[in-house]
């Protein structure tokens, strides 16, 4: 999907001037990065061209030269690893949301707390991949944190990536699912129990500019606009915390 930027409180930008933005999106960041996009489209000529998926693939195809300029990820350590790599700018990594995780189903009584963990009722669970997903290495930390990843072991499905869990239980090809907080923040119904933060580490999603997008004017405005209230304001509707 493509879609315009704009610094917070800037004149729009004159259509000769429009640039364009590839940007690599957390797949739990896709509703609020469509949402912040699409608002910008109508102030400004800048495009964004989003593609959504997980962090660590995303993280192995900018290794490999991926055209990205711009990396808004589902950690913090990977946008990290970005600098010291030299693949992206040093001083241009922030924290732009703080992730929440939730036990979700579409069953009404299923997804109940801790309990509907201790006391399975169903047959699947998804989870991200933990190895590329930071969402699918919290749901592994909050297993582990209550004791009862043995018991859920052989019930996981694993998806590439956190949108790919949604689907899983969405679709009801399990029951039930650790998802992101965004993903179901406009979802009515089924269950959820809002995981404490205690469980897992913090969820730090930070953004950085890659090296690619280091002469490109409209992608460093992305990044400041973030920073911003209009931006900040959609993050929060869609169940972050905010960051920086």
Excluded: C
């Excluded at 400004?44 to 990820?73: C, D, H, M, W, Y």
């Excluded at 991949?129 to 969402?135: E, G, I, L, R, S």
């Excluded at 930390?141 to 990536?161: R, S, W």
């Excluded at 009801?172 to 119904?189: K, P």
């Amino acid at each position: 999907m493509a879609a315009g930027l704009l610094a917070p409180d800037a004149a729009p930008a004159v259509a000769t001037d429009a640039k364009q933005v590839k940007v690599a999106v957390a797949a739990n960041f896709t509703e609020p990065a469509r949402v912040i996009a699409t608002a910008f489209e109508k102030a400004t000529g800048n495009r964004l061209i989003l593609s959504f998926g997980s962090t660590g693939q995303f993280f192995a195809q900018i290794k490999q030269a991926a055209p990205f300029e711009v990396f808004l990820a589902a950690d913090k350590a990977t946008p990290t690893k970005a600098v010291e790599e030299g693949l992206a700018v040093p001083g241009t990594q922030f924290t732009y949301a703080l992730g929440k995780l939730v036990l979700y189903s579409t069953m009404p009584a299923l997804a109940t707390g801790e309990s509907a963990l201790k006391s399975p009722k169903f047959a699947k669970i998804a989870i991200a991949n933990p190895a590329t997903a930071p969402y699918g290495a919290a749901a592994l930390e909050v297993m582990k944190a209550l004791g009862v990843h043995d018991v859920l072991a052989g019930k996981i499905v694993q998806g590439q990536n956190i949108g790919q869990a949604y689907q899983f239980v969405a679709s009801g090809n399990a029951e039930i699912g650790f998802v992101a907080l965004s993903q179901i923040a406009e979802v009515d119904g089924g269950s959820r129990w809002v995981v404490p933060g205690n469980l897992h580490k913090p969820i730090l999603q930070d953004a950085v500019l890659l090296r690619v997008g280091e002469g490109n004017p409209a992608a460093r405005a992305l990044l400041d606009y973030l920073k911003g209230k209009d931006a900040q304001a959609v993050i929060e509707k869609f169940g972050y915390g905010i960051g920086q």
